[in-house]
């Protein structure tokens, strides 16, 4: 029943699939089973298996997982006068006449105008490339059957490009028994070819023994979902009169019934991964604390009751020998710093060596700024390397880093490197780890020494240091659960006391006069203000060439004001100087590229301009303006954009007026990006989903975590096999050891 479906080719071309024939089938069923090679298939020659190969498609189970992102819905021909603007639908009529048209501009363009009518109504073929055979074949009185997008052209409806086939008037073309799925094609794999495989592996499937379920836990017999074979029937052929909006929108029962089982392995791998980690040998850091609680006392401010109870957390993981592996989430501001310095003040006085990464080398100095301050009157060593560091000092640092003396070691990507050799090191701190990929935090993780390998230089289990995660991207507990399950997780959901909201406007590019007077009497009261230019030029060198213009610009028009410039072109030593000016209040207005976006802190700087904030991302938005907002002044953000406005843009740019808080911003962002881009799938352990959308459907999360475990329990065994149908080999990427 389902072998009569037309398909029609891409292009313009018209394409038949050709019925199988009943008996191969029956060949099929009794030799394969899910995990047979596509070869076997029938249309899959050496060059096909290859192409299908790159797609991720090495067997029967992976071409039924493949599923379609889209329908169409050609099971009707639509009479022409019901056609509506916006619609894809498949129709009929007569061709009436043809001509030779061309597009205005130029007019070199020439373009084949067809007249289609069927009684009810006329449209407009209108193709653009077209050959010397279709120009003889399509001629008045020819009849087409035609599948496409109709929308208003200048006079009337038309398509541009059309799927058609020229129909037989002697003979009946029946039309598709099924939506059409729409599946991602790529290069030498067409869309008529996925569903001619995705046809022969759907008969396969009617055979029993073909697909094992693994979802037999008692939790998902409670819950009446599709079985699986009806799912994968229904998502990959719907029905006549299947509900295209409700399958566009992912909530068919069939797409639930799959959804589950994708979260389920998603969660699945990232719990095994997990528990991977804690065979690894850890430091067990067994000291008193009285370092630590010296130290608290002697911090000018008070911890936050949260930055208490997230320290506590770490110091229970940090004593029990099994890795940590602990994501701190926190908003801009929350203060992850001074929690992140706690855990180093366990791991160096439990005699131990603790090293601190950040992204980019302004951040990293001013952590070193502050540990320095924070730790050298405790009689601590504190070490700085980074790229910048070379030659003979850097002999000197790694040494110090190898031999006992350095204790804690603050930089940027240079920490883990083939040549830093590290004495004992047994915590590794990763900041803003968005900006880190899974690898290279794990490889920081993995210069690990603990005691007991020191001392026998080599260890029955490989050894992993305490890892401390923390991001200024919160998204709501049941997505981070999610994303992060392979992570425990504390939040910081609170801010020091005393910081007041920033207010923030929205002001388009011609009104910069009144923005720069609003810097002039900011200045003059005491306070300092950062100029935040934004390029999207994708050269390092043109965004730092447009900062050094602004500055310039600024510099003549506001002459009472000391202007200053950083970006990522400058040398260490010239950004660590200009950053202890901004702080010392010798720079009053700061122009600098977006390299301030991350963990700078200056609390008297209590205005931002941030130019072409239309081109900015959400958290990109929220991160720069978490610059001002630190001190006792109330702050603003003036976000300037040069019209006009996309919808997105509008929308991004209100958002940021309304609110100040992380948790909303991050969920409105998930909403309009999505979870891959915006917690990006590189640095989690999320990897690209097939169906699921773990926004659209958080409502399962809950669930999904209990069948989990449940499926743990009960089922340890098709665990594995679970998680190879969805998640495939993506998974083996953070294995240790
Ligand atoms: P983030 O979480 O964005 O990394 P930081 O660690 O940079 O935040 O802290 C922001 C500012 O708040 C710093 O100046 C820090 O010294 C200060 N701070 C941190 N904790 C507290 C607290 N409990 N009370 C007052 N100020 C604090
Ligand atoms: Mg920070």
Not at 356 to 367: D, F, G, K, R, S
Not at 661 to 669: L, N, T, V
Request: overall charge positive.
């Amino acid at each position: 029943m389902l072998l009569k479906n037309i398909l029609f080719g891409g292009g313009s071309a018209s394409v038949f699939s050709a019925p199988l024939r009943q008996n191969t089938i029956k060949t099929l069923i009794k030799t394969l089973s899910h995990s047979d090679s596509l070869s076997h298939l029938k249309g899959v020659g050496p060059k096909v298996l290859e192409r299908l190969n790159k797609l991720g498609l090495n067997c029967i189970q992976d071409v039924l997982f493949y599923l379609p992102y889209r329908y169409e819905d050609r099971t009707q021909i639509v009479p022409i006068g019901a056609l509506r603007q916006g619609q894809s639908a498949l129709f009929e009529g007569t061709i009436d006449y043809t001509n030779i048209a061309f597009t205005k501009k130029g007019r070199h363009r020439r373009m084949l105008l067809l007249h289609l009518s069927d009684g009810t109504g006329s449209i407009i073929l209108r193709f653009f490339y077209f050959n010397k055979q279709q120009q003889q074949a399509l001629v008045a009185g020819v009849k087409l059957r035609c599948f496409g997008d109709v929308r208003f052209g200048a006079a009337s409806l038309e398509i541009v490009h059309p799927e058609y086939s020229q129909l037989n008037q002697s003979k009946v073309t029946p039309v598709e028994e099924v939506l059409t799925p729409v599946y991602h094609t790529t290069e030498g794999v067409s869309q008529l070819l996925l569903r001619r495989l995705s046809e022969q592996c759907l008969q396969l499937l009617n055979s029993e023994t073909l697909l094992p379920d693994y979802l037999s836990t008692k939790l998902f017999k409670q819950k009446e979902y599709y079985s699986l074979e009806d799912a994968l029937h229904y998502v990959h052929r719907p029905p006549v009169g299947a509900n295209i909006s409700q399958l566009a929108e992912g909530r068919h029962g069939s797409q639930v019934r799959l959804i589950f089982e994708e979260l389920l392995a998603q969660h699945l791998s990232l719990q095994i991964l997990r528990l991977n980690n804690q065979k690894n040998m850890a430091e067990k850091l067994k000291s008193e604390n009285h370092l630590l609680y010296k130290f608290i006392q002697s911090l000018p401010f008070e911890l936050t009751r949260a930055q208490h109870r997230v320290n506590q957390s770490i110091l229970k993981d940090l004593e029990s020998g099994i890795p940590m592996m602990r994501l701190v989430q926190g908003d801009v501001g929350s203060g992850k710093t001074v929690v992140a310095a706690l855990a180093c003040l366990k791991a160096v006085e439990s005699n131990m060596q603790a090293a601190i990464m950040a992204p980019t080398e302004i951040l990293a100095e001013q952590h070193y700024a502050n540990f320095r301050n924070w730790f050298e009157p405790l009689g601590l060593s504190v070490v700085w390397l980074s790229g910048q560091v070379k030659g003979k000092k850097r002999a000197q640092v790694l040494q110090r880093i190898k031999n006992d003396d350095a204790q804690i070691i603050v930089g940027t990507h240079a920490l883990f490197q083939e040549e830093v050799e590290y004495n004992r090191l047994a915590l590794a701190i990763t900041d803003e780890q968005h900006r880190f990929g899974v690898q290279q935090r794990m490889a920081l993780a993995k210069k690990a020494v603990t005691s007991k390998n020191r001392i026998k230089k080599q260890a029955d289990r490989p050894a992993l240091a305490h890892q401390l995660i923390m991001t200024a991207t919160p998204i709501p507990r049941s997505l981070a659960m999610t994303a992060y399950a392979d992570l425990d997780y504390s939040v910081i959901d609170e801010l020091p006391p005393g910081r007041k909201p920033v207010t923030t406007v929205v002001i388009p590019e011609q009104r910069r006069d009144e923005i720069l007077s609003r810097i002039e009497k900011a200045c003059a009261q005491g306070k300092q203000a950062y100029w935040v230019c934004t390029l999207v030029e994708e050269s390092e060198s043109l965004q730092c060439q447009a900062a050094e213009d602004t500055a310039q610009k600024l510099k003549q028009l506001l002459v009472d004001i000391k202007v200053g410039l950083i970006h990522g072109r400058l040398k260490s030593v010239e950004k660590e100087s200009l950053m202890a000016a901004f702080k010392a209040g010798d720079i009053q207005l700061l122009v600098a590229t977006t390299v301030i976006e991350v963990g700078v802190d200056v609390p008297n700087a209590s205005l931002m301009i941030i130019e072409n904030a239309e081109r900015l991302g959400l958290s990109q938005l929220h991160q720069l303006r978490g610059r001002v907002g630190r001190g006792k002044e109330s702050s603003h953000c003036v976000l300037m954009f040069k019209s006009p406005l996309s919808d997105h843009a509008k929308e991004r740019l209100a958002i940021m007026r309304k609110t100040n808080s992380g948790f909303e911003i991050a969920r409105k962002d998930l909403q309009l990006r999505g979870p891959g881009e915006v917690l990006g799938t590189r640095q989690t352990g999320l990897v690209q989903l097939k169906i699921a959308d773990i926004v659209r459907d958080e409502y399962l999360l809950d669930d999904v975590k209990l069948a989990a475990r449940q499926m743990l329990e009960e089922s340890p065994e098709e665990v594995q096999a679970l998680i190879n149908r969805w998640v495939g080999s993506a998974q083996q990427y953070v294995k240790v050891g």
